[in-house]
């Protein structure tokens, strides 16, 4: 984990061959939040992307690196105080030496992030 004690996977569930669900929980005591804004605290968009990374690579068992992002749309402000729990979709393709992954993260009822990345195999 890039940045300890973020986030915990609450609950993972494996759909199909490609599509996953995977439920976290965001650490609204994580001093990330601190400066990521005072009084203020919104989950950073990379820190999201690095979840969303760290999740595919324990799908796959691969170190990732992040190739290409071919679409990032940040829809709704995450406050980890007042939405900690976070549901992500993710369909992960893998291709000779790519992971491709497409996700939608989301809390409550409301679209946070929609993500599509190409990840390149390290090992």
């Known amino acids: 984990m890039l940045i300890p004690n973020l986030y915990t996977i609450k609950n993972s569930e494996k759909i199909d061959d490609v599509n996953f669900k995977v439920q976290i929980e965001l650490n609204p005591n994580h001093e990330v939040f601190e400066g990521h804004f005072p009084n203020n605290p919104i989950t950073p968009g990379v820190c999201m992307m690095q979840i969303i990374k760290e999740i595919t690579e324990g799908f796959v068992a691969k170190n990732l690196f992040l190739s290409k992002v071919s679409n990032v749309k940040f829809m709704a402000t995450i406050n980890p105080f007042v939405n900690p729990i976070l549901e992500l979709n993710l369909n992960v393709v ?30």
Do not use: G, H, P
């Open 94 to 123: 893998c291709e000779n030496d790519e992971v491709k992954v497409k996700n939608t993260s989301f809390f409550e009822a409301t679209n946070a992030l929609k993500f599509s990345a190409i990840y390149k195999v390290l090992d």
